[in-house]
């Protein structure tokens, strides 16, 4: 009861309390980052079938559909913007929280700055709040591997994680707070079978849709005073009875309120998945420090992670295909939105001659290797030069962190596909900027349908 008790007075005054500097800035990056992930993410098949379903049910008009001006009720916003957040396999991560934090509490945040018409100030210490939370109730589970549990942590982490956001963006008092624990805990759900989805919808909806929506409910519940169980986190048949593996309730409430999670993040420099960052800065690297072309190219042999050569190798979906991005980039030299998921270079003669050049090496070496994610490449030119680089810190990971250069290159990067000038407004505003959440709203529309 002390750690419920704890966590659930640190959430109720969250707002009172002021971010330091450091993290009031990494929180605007990954604002925008996720801005950038919801927008190019309506293009998409999760984002879009997100939007047209949100469009269709209705309710009071408290959020907009991002990108757009259509208002629907919280929850529907939420989830919808939520879809979209994880349909471009470029929002952010956390390594030891095992989720993806951005793509459902940014929109969980947003969804509500909207509803009850607030600033910049606020949004920002909600969102750190979020990551705080989420990240704390995942390791407080103490999975050893994402194997060791039948359940997501990227369904769990999101939902606490959102919950809270949205919980201090209504005010909750104390009392609320733990009947928003409590019913966050009824909600919470997910199974780690999301990784066999060929379609990355359904993937989406556990990630951020289904989240940001139970955890939007869960708050608006707790503000209407829905009464709970006392002792649901810890308590008997709880949720570390039902979810833990080796429980270590003290994490809980480590350091909080002195760590922020949000400053342990990770940004995706490039808009493909996880394991696959590493090889992108591997090409980059390559060819900014070597002069070829990739019809030079005789053989190329990636070392990848073992742990995460499945997810990756030769994958039909263009944006986790590790061969496919490889060549890609080797062939356009830049790695942007369209370079990422324009189907037709699936089948490109240039791509398919040097994907089939590409050889990959499950390494246990790599999977054992600290920082996680590392990758080796090597290019064996026709004139039987060699050229190698060994990938072992990932650009945007907090042991070789993105600054506000490399974000907003990132963004302008990958908003090119809209050719609007609104977006460069958008990444200003964020980035150095007060505001309110109805400038905020008016910037963000492109007009995508």
Same mark, same amino acid.
């Given at each position: 009861?002390?750690?419920?008790?704890?966590?659930?007075?640190?959430? =109720?005054?969250?707002?009172?309390?002021?971010?330091?500097?450091?993290?009031?800035?990494?929180?605007?990056?990954?604002?925008?980052?996720?801005?950038?992930?919801?927008?190019?993410?309506?293009?998409? @098949?999760?984002?879009?079938?997100?939007?047209?379903?949100?469009?269709?049910?209705?309710?009071?008009?408290?959020?907009?559909?991002?990108?757009?001006?259509?208002?629907? #009720?919280?929850?529907?916003?939420?989830?919808?913007?939520?879809?979209?957040?994880?349909?471009?396999?470029?929002?952010?991560?956390?390594?030891?929280?095992?989720?993806?934090?951005?793509?459902?509490?940014?929109?969980?945040?947003?969804?509500?700055?909207?509803?009850? &018409?607030?600033?910049?100030?606020?949004?920002?210490?909600?969102?750190?709040?979020?990551?705080?939370?989420?990240?704390?109730? $995942?390791?407080?589970?103490?999975?050893?591997?994402? !194997?060791?549990? *039948?359940?997501?942590?990227?369904?769990?982490?999101?939902?606490?994680?959102?919950?809270?956001?949205?919980?201090?963006?209504?005010?909750?008092?104390?009392?609320?707070?733990?009947?928003?624990? #409590?019913?966050?805990?009824?909600?919470?759900?997910?199974?780690?079978?999301? &990784?066999?989805?060929?379609?990355?919808?359904?993937?989406?909806?556990?990630?951020?849709?289904?989240?940001?929506?139970?955890?939007?409910?869960?708050?608006?519940?707790?503000?209407?005073?829905?009464?709970?169980?006392?002792?649901?986190?810890?308590?008997?048949?709880?949720?570390?009875?039902?979810?833990?593996?080796? @429980?270590?309730?003290?994490?809980?409430?480590?350091?909080?309120?002195?760590?922020?999670?949000?400053?342990?993040?990770?940004? !995706?420099?490039?808009?493909?998945?996880? @394991?696959?960052?590493?090889?992108?800065?591997?090409?980059?690297?390559?060819?900014?420090?070597?002069?070829?072309?990739?019809?030079? *190219?005789?053989?190329?042999?990636?070392?990848?992670?073992?742990?995460?050569?499945?997810?990756?190798?030769?994958?039909? *979906? @263009?944006?986790?295909?590790?061969?496919?991005?490889?060549?890609?980039?080797?062939?356009?030299?830049?790695?942007?939105?369209?370079?990422?998921?324009?189907?037709?270079?699936?089948?490109?003669?240039?791509?398919?001659?040097?994907?089939?050049? *590409?050889? =990959?090496? =499950? #390494?246990?070496?790599?999977?054992?290797?600290?920082?996680?994610?590392?990758?080796?490449?090597?290019?064996?030119?026709?004139?039987?030069?060699?050229?190698?680089?060994?990938?072992? #810190?990932?650009?945007?990971?907090?042991?070789?962190?993105?600054?506000?250069?490399?974000? $907003?290159? !990132?963004?302008?990067?990958?908003?090119?596909?809209?050719?609007?000038?609104? $977006?460069?407004?958008?990444?200003?505003?964020?980035?150095?900027?007060?505001?309110?959440? !109805?400038?905020?709203?008016?910037?963000?529309?492109?007009?995508?349908?």
């Amino acid at each position: 009861m002390d750690i419920q008790q704890t966590l659930t007075k640190y959430i =109720s005054e969250a707002l009172s309390h002021e971010l330091p500097k450091e993290t009031e800035l990494n929180t605007r990056f990954h604002l925008l980052d996720t801005m950038v992930a919801i927008l190019t993410g309506r293009l998409l @098949p999760p984002g879009k079938k997100g939007f047209e379903f949100s469009k269709n049910q209705g309710g009071p008009k408290e959020a907009t559909l991002l990108g757009n001006d259509i208002k629907v #009720s919280a929850i529907h916003a939420g989830f919808a913007n939520g879809m979209a957040a994880h349909a471009n396999e470029t929002d952010d991560s956390h390594t030891n929280g095992r989720f993806h934090p951005g793509c459902a509490i940014v929109p969980a945040t947003l969804a509500i700055a909207e509803r009850e &018409n607030l600033s910049s100030k606020e949004i920002l210490k909600a969102i750190a709040l979020g990551y705080d939370i989420g990240v704390r109730i $995942t390791t407080s589970l103490g999975y050893k591997t994402p !194997k060791t549990t *039948i359940f997501a942590t990227h369904s769990l982490g999101p939902i606490f994680g959102c919950a809270a956001s949205a919980g201090a963006l209504l005010k909750l008092n104390h009392q609320q707070c733990n009947y928003l624990l #409590s019913y966050t805990i009824q909600q919470a759900s997910g199974l780690a079978c999301w &990784n066999r989805d060929p379609d990355h919808i359904e993937k989406a909806f556990v990630f951020s849709g289904m989240t940001t929506r139970n955890a939007i409910y869960s708050a608006l519940l707790a503000k209407e005073n829905f009464t709970s169980v006392t002792d649901p986190l810890l308590g008997e048949r709880g949720f570390h009875e039902g979810f833990a593996h080796n @429980p270590k309730p003290d994490l809980i409430i480590s350091e909080l309120g002195k760590k922020f999670e949000i400053d342990h993040s990770s940004l !995706k420099k490039w808009s493909v998945g996880s @394991p696959i960052q590493s090889m992108m800065d591997a090409v980059e690297y390559l060819l900014k420090n070597n002069d070829f072309d990739h019809k030079d *190219i005789k053989e190329l042999t990636i070392e990848i992670p073992s742990d995460r050569f499945h997810i990756v190798n030769d994958r039909e *979906i @263009p944006s986790i295909s590790a061969q496919h991005l490889i060549a890609v980039h080797l062939i356009k030299k830049t790695m942007g939105y369209e370079e990422a998921h324009d189907e037709k270079l699936f089948n490109d003669p240039d791509v398919v001659t040097l994907r089939k050049k *590409i050889k =990959s090496v =499950s #390494s246990d070496e790599l999977a054992k290797a600290r920082p996680e994610r590392q990758s080796k490449l090597t290019i064996i030119l026709n004139d039987g030069k060699k050229l190698f680089y060994h990938a072992s #810190s990932v650009r945007g990971t907090p042991d070789n962190p993105m600054d506000k250069d490399d974000i $907003t290159a !990132k963004s302008k990067r990958l908003f090119k596909v809209f050719n609007n000038s609104k $977006t460069d407004d958008l990444i200003d505003c964020i980035l150095n900027k007060d505001f309110t959440i !109805k400038e905020f709203v008016e910037l963000s529309n492109l007009n995508i349908s």
